[in-house]
């Protein structure tokens, strides 16, 4: 028999913001914390008392927020939904755990991982000795990873399985990964502590994400991962990336890759379904979004971003971004706005 705590109505932006470990033994008070860093939750313990033994520390590396919890009792945790759009991929480092979601309850032990999709109602019994590493992630931070893997906005948000995934070859470095990077927020010294560096980090986390758990892109993915091109067209399309912001033309190209003409229109269209003129235009526009959807400053200007990444007409950039992405740049730019004031309003105490 569960007994219910109380649940609060309210999703509050603000949580508390330190690495050092949190602790109570009020349900409510844990119930509180926890539902302002991942919207409502419900907690019924699985016997008599009010009393839990509950841990909770975290921390942030800009879309990614990494949590470590413990509840030290048997008891059930219903949620409605993630707020924000967010995605939770759970951790657990011992103890047992079952996940009843999308009309299916699995029970699963520490060697697994699992991930919430936002608005996805989901309940977990969790066993006394149970506790986990909780990854939160932006659908933003999922977006730029797509974007930098298929070269395009998607146009419908990224789905996982729901259900709990045993460790294996494809899952087990992602989790090492996670517990990695947690282990280096707790270091005073932790290069982690820049800011560029935890961005970096949440990029290749949410890259892991979609390339090792399977989603409603997997295929696609698989097949850009599939096709690999000759040695020549890759030495071309590494140039052509790295130098991305600056003035090139096809004469460059051609220098570095040693290629005809023909030959080399004719590989980068067999391998990349375009000419390499295109696939400057396409990196200079993955350039400008990331540079966008990243932004963590209002000094950030639309048309700075532009000539930075390449582009000399802004009329005809926009024009080029909204096509690709599905909206103009400006839009990228307040969507991440606001992104960045909520995320610092919940970094406060």
């Known amino acids: 028999m569960f007994t219910p705590g109380h649940l609060s109505s309210q999703h509050d932006p603000e949580v508390f913001s330190a690495i050092p470990s949190f602790h109570t033994s009020d349900i409510d008070v844990a119930i509180e914390r926890i539902t302002r860093m991942f919207g409502p939750h419900r907690i019924e313990l699985a016997d ?36 924000d759009e967010n995605y939770c991929v759970i951790l657990p480092m011992g103890g047992k755990y079952s996940i009843e979601t999308a009309g299916k309850r699995v029970e699963a032990s520490s060697d697994s991982i699992a991930i919430v999709n936002p608005d996805c109602p989901v309940t977990l019994e969790l066993s006394s000795d149970y506790r986990n590493v909780a990854v939160r992630i932006s659908k933003n931070a999922l977006d730029n990873a797509l ?49 560029a560096v935890g961005r970096e980090l949440g990029v290749l986390l949410a890259s892991m994400l979609l390339l090792r758990i399977p989603n409603n892109y997997s295929d696609k993915l698989a097949k850009v991962d599939e096709i690999k091109p000759t040695s020549a067209v890759e030495t071309a399309a590494k140039f052509l990336r790295k130098n991305a912001r600056e003035d090139i033309n096809i004469n460059d190209v051609l220098k570095v890759s040693k290629l005809a003409k023909t030959s080399l229109y004719a590989e980068f269209g067999k391998f990349y379904a375009m000419t390499p003129m295109e696939y400057l235009h396409r990196e200079r526009l993955k350039l400008a979004y990331n540079a966008l959807a990243s932004a963590s400053s209002d000094s950030i200007c639309v048309t700075n971003v532009a000539l930075d990444c390449g582009f000399m007409h802004f009329s005809r950039f926009a024009g080029y971004y909204k096509k690709q992405f599905g909206e103009l740049p400006s839009e990228t730019l307040q969507r991440n706005h606001v992104k960045f004031s909520n995320c610092y309003s919940e970094k406060k105490l």
Not at 49 to 78: K, T
């Open 147 to 195: 974007v930098n893997h298929i070269g395009e906005r998607p146009n419908e948000a990224v789905q996982f399985i729901p259900h709990p995934q045993a460790l294996n070859d494809g899952t087990e470095p992602l989790r090492n990964l996670a517990l990695q990077v947690w282990q280096e927020c707790q270091s005073n010294s932790s290069l982690i502590s820049y800011a």
């Open 48 to 83: 008599q008392g009010n009393e839990i033994n509950f841990e909770h520390s975290f921390a942030w590396l800009a879309d990614v927020c990494i949590n470590q919890f413990a509840y030290g009792r048997e008891l059930r945790d219903s949620v409605d939904h993630f707020d």
